[in-house]
């Protein structure tokens, strides 16, 4: 009896310790199955962690900042200061070769490198011209047209009496050759053949009388009273309400006193090119008030 009770308790010890034993072999393979499954978590994990790290990070950094003070200002600050002492002194050997009665600033930015009389009384030179456009802006008005007119009457294909060009004060009157002839050619023209086109369209053959200049619309004051001969004769004046081609004429290196004149000689000129004959020698005088308009 008692040793049939040790063998049963044996073999109940043998099937625990089998059990045992298995449960064992079960969860040690559990682990090991698990490890690769936690290391992949953990992965993930750091992977989402960096993204949400990145989309925290979506605002540019603010560009550096160098402080006034700081030594790397040093360097620009030295160049800068070489480069205003070499433009002063060339500036100063410059300004030696300069009239007396003259001032010279330069300007960099909103910093002074060179001044010389700046605060003396002078008068205006071709800046002036800024100032004479804005106030024609003023008076005048941007939306003003220039119109040189012809009348005279017409008699079949002539013009009986005289022909009368009048003039508005057009700056810009010229013939097509006209600007090829100037130092600084005139950019927009009024070309004045196309009055004389139009005479050649309506079939005028001839002009029994003159050319006529009529400068009326303006007084008669030529130049300023302080220009020097240089500007009077040449660049500026003499002055009109009928000016073509600057008061030049294609015969003469001297303009004439008379721009009006000038104006009516080349405008003869261009008739008798075109084949319409005129019979009277060019002059001035002002339109009766009852000539009609043929052209403008």
Not at 90 to 117: G, H, N
Not at 194 to 217: F, H, Q, R, W
């Amino acid at each position: 009896m008692k040793i049939r009770d040790q063998r049963q308790r044996f073999n109940e010890y043998c099937e625990r310790t089998q059990i045992n034993t298995l449960i064992g072999v079960l969860l040690f393979v559990t682990l090991i199955g698990c490890v690769p499954l936690v290391s992949a978590m953990e992965v993930a994990q750091t992977k989402e962690s960096k993204t949400k790290t990145l989309k925290l990070d979506d605002e540019l950094a603010q560009p550096p900042i160098t402080p006034i003070f700081s030594a790397r200002r040093i360097a620009q600050a030295l160049v800068d200061s070489t480069l205003k002492v070499r433009v002063a002194a060339k500036l100063q050997v410059l300004s030696t070769s300069l009239p007396a009665e003259s001032c010279l600033t330069v300007r960099t930015d909103d910093r002074e490198v060179f001044s010389l009389r700046s605060d003396l009384s002078l008068i205006p030179g071709s800046n002036m011209k800024l100032l004479t456009a804005a106030v024609a802006l003023d008076v005048i008005k941007p939306e003003t047209v220039f119109s040189t007119r012809l009348l005279g009457v017409i008699d079949g294909s002539v013009v009986r009496g005289d022909l009368y060009l009048v003039g508005s004060g057009d700056p810009l009157l010229s013939t097509r050759n006209y600007p090829q002839t100037e130092r600084f050619p005139t950019l927009t023209p009024t070309y004045v053949e196309g009055l004389v086109e139009a005479l050649v369209t309506a079939g005028i053959k001839s002009v029994s009388g003159s050319v006529v200049g009529d400068e009326s619309l303006y007084d008669v004051e030529r130049y300023s009273p302080n220009w020097g001969d240089g500007i009077r004769g040449t660049e500026a004046g003499p002055l009109g309400a009928l000016m073509l081609n600057d008061g030049n004429t294609t015969d003469s290196p001297v303009k004439l006193p008379n721009p009006a004149l000038s104006a009516a000689k080349e405008f003869t000129r261009l008739l008798k090119e075109a084949g319409i004959l005129v019979k009277g020698a060019p002059k001035i005088v002002t339109a009766p008030s009852d000539t009609p308009e043929l052209q403008r």
